[in-house]
C-alpha cells in the first residue's frame, strides 16, 4: 500500500510537527507532502512542497489562507492512502490519480485534526481571527471547509474538546486518540539539572526559590501574561519561558510587575525540564486543543494548574495532579496559586502518571500514541 503523509507547513518547531515526526517513524516508506517546508526535518526523506513555496506567501501566513484550500485540491501522486494532519485546510487534500487498490477508485483518507481552524470557527480563541482579511474571508472558507470535510474521510481528533469542536464544525464524527508527549524520556531523568550546560545551571541559581513557571509560544492566545499578573496577585515570582513574537510585550510586563519575573527566550529541553522539577507551580491558563505542556510538566514531577475549557483538562486529576481553574479569568488563576499546596509535590504526580487511566505515561507516550495510529489505518484499509 502507497502511501502519503500530509501536513500544512512544516516549522522548526510545535506539537503538530512532533504528531508529524510519529507518522513518519510509523510509515518510514511513505511520501511526505506540505505547503512548504521551513525546518528539513526529514534528511532522506521525500518531502514534497506545493506551489506556494516558491512564493513570498510562505512568509505570510495570513495572506496565503485564500489560496491554501485551492492549493491542495488535485495534488500529483499515485497513492492508495493519505494520513493528514491538519489544524487549518490540509484536510482538503485531494490526488488527481490512485493506486489501483484504494477504495472506490480513491486515495483512503485519515485526517488527524490538531482543531479546525481556530480563526475561521473559533476566532475569541485566535487573535489571528480579528485581522480584516481573515474577518472577510472567513464566511465562504468555512461554507468550503464544511463542505469538503464531509467528502469521504475518517477523522481522529486530539482531544475530546476537539472531537466535539469538529462536530460543530463539520458536522462528522472522530474518535480521540491523544498526541505523542515525551513523557517516559522526562520522567527518566530524576533532577534535569545534571543535564545542564555549565552556563544554564548558572541561570537556575540564580533563579527565586520559589516561582510559578509559566512556559509555552510567546503568541497572544497562550495567556502568558495571564502567568505574570496571576503570579502578582499571588505574590509570587514568575518565570516565563519560551519564544515567540509576544517576547518583547511579555518583557515590558516582566519589568513592570510588582514580584520578580525572568523572561527565558528559546531554552533548550533540559532547561524546560529543569524548570518544570523546580517550578512551585506550572501554569497553563490558554483554553487549548489538548495541552502537550502540561503533560510534559506532570511527567517531570511538577504540579500544574490548566484551564478547565478546554483539552488540557482532560489530563488532569484535580487534586491529584494539580488544579483546575473554573472561572475563566487571572483571579481564579492568582487562587489557584495561593491553594496549590493542597497538592502534593513531586510524588503523588508521578504516581498519578504510572498507576494508569487517561493520563497515564504509557497513554500518552509516543509509542503509544504510534501503537493507535497504525491501529486505526491499518484496521480501516484491511476493511477495504
Known sequence: MRGVLVHEWIARDGGSEKVLDEFVRSFPDADVLCLWDDAGRYPGRRVHESGLARTPLRRNKALALGAMPYVWRGRPGAYDFALVSSHCFAHHVTFRAAAGGAAQGGVEKFVYVHTPARYLWNPELDARGASLAVRLAAPPLRILDRRRAREGA??????????????????????????????????????????????????????????????????????????????????????IAGSGPEEGRLRQLAAAAAVPVRVLARPSDALLYALYQQAYVYVFPAVEDFGIMPVEARAAGARVIVNSLGGAGETVEEGVDGLLFREDSIEAVAECIADIDTVPRGGAASASMRRGGAASVSTLSAERFRQHIREWVDGEIGRM
Open 154 to 239: 475518517r477523522f481522529a481528533a486530539n482531544s475530546d474538546f476537539v472531537r466535539r469542536r469538529i462536530e460543530r464544525a463539520w458536522g462528522v464524527d472522530a474518535r480521540v486518540i491523544f498526541p505523542p508527549v515525551e513523557t517516559a524520556r522526562i520522567a527518566a531523568v530524576p533532577d534535569w539539572r545534571d543535564e545542564l550546560s555549565a552556563a544554564e545551571s548558572d541561570l537556575v541559581e540564580g533563579l527565586p526559590e520559589t516561582f510559578v513557571l509559566g512556559a509555552s509560544r510567546f503568541v497572544p492566545y497562550k495567556r502568558l501574561d495571564w502567568v505574570i499578573h496571576a503570579a502578582e496577585r499571588a505574590g509570587v515570582p514568575a518565570v
